[in-house]
């Protein structure tokens, strides 16, 4: 079992930043895939950006250019630095660890850009 535990949401204005953590209580490397997915009102959720063990980075056409996921493998965390933030990007997002076997989420945290 792996926990994750998602921080760094919060009130933005258009165009600032945030970074959030996403915490595991085990290895991230002994998931195939870690990723930030999030879910606006009344949307389903979707992939916002993902890496694989190996170090490979995908994102969302949505994002690519304003976001960027990086992890700290000696700190079991993931992070997700979000720039030029927009009213559309407001949403709860989620931290996701991913293995053959198993599927871990987060409790997820709230984004909400907005003046």
């Known amino acids: 079992q792996v926990q994750l535990v998602e921080s760094g949401g919060g009130l933005v204005q258009p165009g600032g930043s945030l970074r959030l953590s996403c915490a595991a209580s085990?290895?991230?490397?002994?998931?195939?895939?870690m990723g930030w997915y999030r879910q606006a009102p009344g949307k389903q959720r979707e992939l916002v950006a993902s890496?694989?063990?190996?170090?490979?980075?995908n994102y969302a056409d949505s994002v690519k250019g304003r976001f960027t996921m990086s992890r700290d493998n000696a700190k079991n965390t993931v992070y997700l630095q979000m720039n030029s933030l927009k009213p559309e990007d407001t949403a709860v997002y989620y931290c996701?660890?991913?293995?053959?076997?198993?599927?871990?989420w987060g409790q997820g945290t709230q984004v909400t850009v907005s003046s």
């Open positions: 996701n660890f991913y293995t053959d076997r198993a599927d871990y």
């Open positions: 085990g290895s991230i490397l002994s998931a195939n895939v």
């Open positions: 890496i694989t063990r190996v170090g490979s980075t």
